[in-house]
């Protein structure tokens, strides 16, 4: 006999409610420390939810105005989707997740907007939308606290915690709140970090300045997991745990030969405990697991394609894959089962598999619904909510009551397999060291110099880093440390004779939403790893939460390179307005020849458009007025156009240009002064090198 699944009636759970809602008898449990005024929190009087015969349809009304179920879908009872007219107070639902149900109270996450949901727009398109995370109690429906964001936020049901992610234009504010809403977590990471969170909502794992940080909200500590210089972090993929609740992380990063792996390692000692080669095979897929397509080979098969399916530190599980079943739903429940859902013909199945023994627990099928698994949610009886979407974009709740009895036999054979099929690099056979910056400090024959970039940082707002402090990577670049007392010495008088030809409080104006401030780092050799394997006399970096200079003294003329990377981090600054950012997007094409695109690779030397380039004019009967780019180099991308622009304007180099007498290079510097100046604070500026062109 085939087994049902039982839907779960969202009527006991969440209600539409009036805009005139009325509180009971019953007062707020929320404490009065709860109770403080947060920017981003309200906590509504509690008031009982009315209950409602039909279920809430989840995000995606292609056809809003055509919702429909029918009564059954073979052996499922299916109840009537919300329509698109229905509300919850003064709104329309766009969206709706159950995040956590017990017997005592159901935590919900939904969002709502002025306007009915319509295939012609979006919900952040409507006048107002706001996303709600509430708190109900199962037993008289009356909603115990809500905290409302007038903003939208991705959600995830951890193990006894609830993730909410908001997206900033470089940034992610993670927060995280126990099981009775309260906040465990609130911090900002900048996106390209990839930050995770701990399982059970206490600990964030993020990268900062190549090194691996863990913020513990228990301890209220923030703490550098300590590598011994054995690697560097670029993006944390995932947190797990192991039985005994000790987190692990799963991250790309550099080893000391300066080489990609994907590592897993002990948060608590920073030890390696896993590696392999690149940065594709682990792949993070949801919940605390990792998957790894491993493609072996025997003399029979062939190739046996398979997933790796890590659940934790020492429990992996693997299946053979054919294109047929690749893309199978896979998600790992708050108990570490293993649940898989597939579709064959017009039926979804769901298959789930035990953690500890690997054996097939329970399995069901869900006829005349082709869908995939949204999300899923283990409730505290055992059973398990489900979110199933079809291709149309509606989507059904279903409650999968666990009782032992599988349906039918698996599609597919899983077995127990070792953390990782393919055997981990042993890291201690790895020669090299590689740090970030600020890792280790300035050695004692440097100190007198770092007493001087000390003052440099208190007169210009910035900080700056020699020596050791340095580090020696940056990302895809090796540095090579400048050791040599004179040559230190020598690029901070250069960098400092620089600096005090920008205005006053220039280099504070870095200090932004975008960008917590300048940072200059004055190295040897910058040596790209890879395949960027070549040198650059400079690199500026504004993916770290702020904008960095690297320059080389070694290797080029430090004052054309400080006014060329200056220029870069410039530009970047610029991109933090929307409308300059749009401008220069748009209008700098125009300044070029109708003829001419950028080859965007800088050592392709092509000599197709020599006669617009100045450098070449003593080789071609060149016409000035006919001159549209400074160098070969300038004609990369536009990003090295403007800035060897600007570095001809600023620095004694042999390209010095009379813009006066080439028009079109005038015209681009112009531009570039005018995005700068809507940008930047121009009011107590004195006269500047580019003032005499702006007419």
């Not at 759970?13 to 929320?30: A, H, R, W």
């Not at 997933?307 to 992996?316: V, Y």
């Not at 991308?637 to 600007?646: P, Q």
Request: aromatic share 14%; glycine share 6%; net charge negative.
């Amino acid at each position: 006999m085939k087994k049902l699944l039982c839907l779960i009636l969202l009527a006991t759970l969440l209600c539409g409610c009036s805009d005139d809602k009325k509180g009971g008898d019953e007062q707020p449990t929320t404490t009065a420390e709860e109770n403080e005024s947060k920017d981003n929190e309200k906590v509504e009087e509690e008031y009982v939810l009315e209950d409602l015969d039909y279920e809430f349809d989840i995000i995606g009304y292609e056809k809003p105005n055509n919702v429909f179920f029918a009564d059954k879908a073979g052996d499922v009872e299916i109840a009537l989707n919300i329509k698109a007219g229905d509300k919850i107070g003064k709104g329309y639902v766009w969206d709706i997740r159950i995040l956590e149900h017990n017997d005592e109270h159901i935590i919900v996450q939904y969002l709502i907007a002025s306007e009915e949901p319509a295939e012609q727009f979006s919900y952040y398109e409507c006048e107002w939308y706001e996303t709600h995370l509430t708190i109900v109690n199962a037993k008289n429906n009356k909603v115990r606290k809500d905290i409302v964001f007038d903003e939208y936020v991705e959600f995830e049901k951890l193990n006894d915690a609830i993730l909410c992610k908001k997206y900033g234009e470089i940034t992610v504010t993670y927060s995280t709140y126990d099981l009775t809403l309260k906040e465990l977590i609130n911090m900002e990471v900048n996106d390209y970090s990839g930050a995770e969170v701990s399982r059970d909502g206490k600990r964030i794992y993020y990268v900062y300045e190549d090194m691996l940080y863990v913020y513990d909200s228990e301890k209220d500590e923030e703490k550098r997991i300590d590598s011994n210089g054995k690697y560097i972090a670029l993006e944390v993929i995932n947190v797990y745990a192991d039985d005994e609740g000790n987190d692990y992380v799963f991250f790309n990063g550099i080893a000391g030969d300066f080489e990609e792996y994907q590592f897993i390692v002990n948060a608590n000692s920073g030890e390696v405990v896993y590696m392999v080669e690149g940065n594709d095979r682990l792949i993070h897929y949801d919940k605390p697991i990792y998957m790894e397509d491993a493609e072996t080979n025997d003399m029979v098969n062939e190739a046996i394609t398979q997933w790796i399916i890590g659940i934790s530190k020492d429990k992996a599980y693997s299946y053979p894959y054919t294109e047929e079943n690749k893309w199978i739903d896979k998600h790992i429940l708050e108990n570490k089962n293993l649940l898989y859902g597939y579709q064959i013909g017009d039926n979804t199945y769901l298959e789930l598999y035990d953690y500890k023994t690997g054996n097939m627990v329970d399995s069901a099928c869900i006829e005349n619904m082709y869908g995939f698994i949204e999300w899923v949610s283990l409730c505290k009886d055992g059973s398990i909510l489900l979110n199933i979407s079809n291709i149309d974009n509606y989507s059904k709740i279903y409650k999968w009551n666990i009782n032992n009895e599988s349906a039918f036999e698996s599609k597919f054979e899983v077995t127990e397999h070792e953390m990782g099929s393919m055997p981990s690099v042993d890291i201690s056979g790895i020669n090299g060291e590689i740090y970030g910056p600020g890792v280790k400090e300035v050695s004692e024959r440097l100190q007198p110099l770092k007493e001087r970039a000390d003052r440099l940082e208190e007169q210009y707002g910035i900080e700056i880093y020699i020596g050791e402090e340095v580090g020696n990577y940056v990302t895809g670049y090796k540095l090579s440390e400048l050791y040599y007392y004179n040559s230190v010495e020598d690029a901070l008088e250069v960098i400092e004779e620089e600096m005090s030809r920008y205005p006053k409080g220039f280099f504070k104006q870095f200090e932004c939403d975008e960008y917590s401030g300048f940072k200059l780092f004055i190295t040897s050799h910058i040596t790209g790893v890879g395949e960027l394997y070549f040198s650059a006399g400079g690199l500026t970096n504004p993916y770290c939460g702020d904008m960095r200079i690297y320059v080389s003294s070694m290797e080029a003329d430090i004052k054309a390179t400080f006014n060329h990377e200056l220029w870069h981090a410039i530009e970047f600054r610029c991109m933090a307005n929307s409308e300059v950012s749009d401008k220069l997007d748009m209008d700098w094409d125009s300044l070029n020849p109708e003829d001419f695109t950028y080859k965007e690779i800088s050592n392709d030397i092509g000599l197709g458009n020599a006669q617009y380039i100045y450098e070449y004019g003593d080789m071609y009967d060149m016409d000035i007025n006919n001159v549209y780019f400074i160098s070969e180099y300038g004609t990369t991308n536009d990003l090295e156009d403007k800035a060897t622009i600007f570095e001809s304007l600023m620095a004694d180099s042999p390209l010095e240009v009379d813009f006066d007498s080439a028009p079109h290079l005038k015209a681009k510097l112009k531009f570039m002064i005018e995005c700068m100046e809507s940008s930047f604070d121009t009011s107590d500026w004195p006269d500047m090198p580019w003032d005499e062109y702006m007419d």
